[in-house]
């Protein structure tokens, strides 16, 4: 008879000893231990908060010591889960004790219009859904991800006591769950309303002309969860970026700022999440990708995440203040980029913007009234 031991508990070194010793008394046997990283996380990391004799590090010891890959724990194997196995301590995933790693990805398009299909079996949905416009909504969506907007379209549909579950039910659904419930109670000025009528006009519009952003869905400003408004794209699966997809991806992302700024002659604070962004990309660019001229084909990337960047950066403080530069450089010629591509195109964004302030809500058909058609778009969705 194989026993099978679940353990998801974070310490006590005689906790351990107690479980291997009963494993043995029952071998066969399996231990599974969930969240490891609770008990396995790299000896020395934060060991000047805690100290290095803390419960933690006693029970990783003991861990280790039980699983030392001799031959004593005949009949036991050990299992572990955990999403965090760059935090693990080396000697835990040594061979001898960890043998086997099983990596679990995300699903990728092909794989969540599986998941998609298993989940929506035993509902009431309309047959003109197409679940592959839904699978490329949703990158990066795990498979729990997945579930948790099917019973949420359920529910809206419920809630207008449809009798079938449509495409604008499963729409609501993911936006409910990206960004958060919609708020049309939210108390907004009409000075408020045009400043974000004209600020997401200014995402449509940039994102519309530049040729490497990704398709434009549909564009809000009705408040969800922090969010005052939004522009929903439909992403590509791409395992590589070009250095020009980077540009105009920071262009795009700036470009309600800019808008701001063309219309109005200042700018708000509404751009936060969007500044956030920017930064965090063109960091990326610069110290990650090798993407910039000066420091050349240089990367300061941690794959192995042993080095803690909070305490010591792996460049010297020249090189640090020539990446400051350099990133205030790429994100101010992006800036300047959006800048001119909506003063050359006011026209488009006052359009764009007047539409949203008439309707809330305006969707790719719209757009296309407005800005014309995209040969990148029509091909996406022609192949959906």
């Known amino acids: 008879m194989l026993h099978l031991w ?3 508990w ?18 066969p046997c399996i231990i599974f231990i969930d969240e490891i990283d609770a008990i396995g996380r790299s000896r020395g990391k ?24 001799f031959g004593t724990n005949t009949g036991v194997i050990v299992l572990a889960a955990t999403n965090r196995a760059d935090m693990l301590d080396p000697a835990l995933v040594r061979p001898g004790r960890f043998d086997r790693h099983i990596y679990l990805e995300l699903p990728n398009m092909s794989e969540r219009a599986a998941i998609f299909k298993v989940h929506m079996r035993n509902l009431m949905v309309d047959e003109a859904i197409n679940i592959q416009l839904l699978t490329a909504q949703t990158p990066g969506f795990s498979g729990a991800d997945i579930a948790n907007i099917c019973n949420e379209a359920a529910l809206i549909a419920a809630r207008r006591k449809a009798t079938k579950i449509e495409k604008t039910d499963f729409t609501d659904a993911i936006d409910r769950i990206v960004a958060g419930l919609e708020k049309k109670s939210k108390i907004i000025s009409p000075e408020e309303k045009r400043i974000i009528a004209y600020h997401e006009a200014g995402h449509a519009v940039t994102s519309w002309l530049l040729k490497t952003v990704d398709t434009l869905v549909k564009v809000s400003i009705i408040p969800r969860g922090k969010s005052l408004g939004a522009a929903w794209y439909l992403p590509e699966e791409k395992q590589l970026r070009s250095k020009s997809a980077f540009r105009e991806h920071l262009c795009a992302t700036l470009g309600g700022r800019a808008a701001e700024e ?8 509404g751009a936060i999440d969007d500044l956030e962004k920017v930064t965090k990309e063109a960091y990326a660019m610069v110290v990650y990708y090798g993407f910039n001229d000066k420091l050349g084909n240089v990367s300061y990337y941690d794959s192995t995440n042993q080095r803690d960047l909070s305490i010591q950066k792996p460049f010297s403080e020249a090189t640090g203040e020539l990446i ?41 058909e719209d757009l296309e009234k407005i800005l014309g058609h995209r040969t990148k778009e029509d091909k996406i969705l022609n192949v959906l």
């Open 6 to 8: 679940r353990c998801s």
């Open 46 to 69: 934060g060991a000047f908060l805690g100290g290095a004799n803390d419960e933690r590090e006693s029970t990783l010891n003991q861990l280790l010591t039980e699983m030392d890959g």
């Open 324 to 364: 400051d530069q350099e990133i205030r450089k790429l994100v101010g010629d992006a800036y300047l980029t959006a800048k001119t591509l909506l003063t050359e195109n006011k026209i488009l964004l006052e359009k764009v913007a007047e539409s949203l302030l008439k309707n809330e809500v305006i969707y790719r």
């Open 10 to 27: 974070g310490g006590g070194a005689s906790r351990v000893r107690d479980l291997f010793s009963q494993a043995k008394e029952k071998a």
């Open 262 to 269: 063309v219309i109005f002659g200042e700018i708000s604070s």
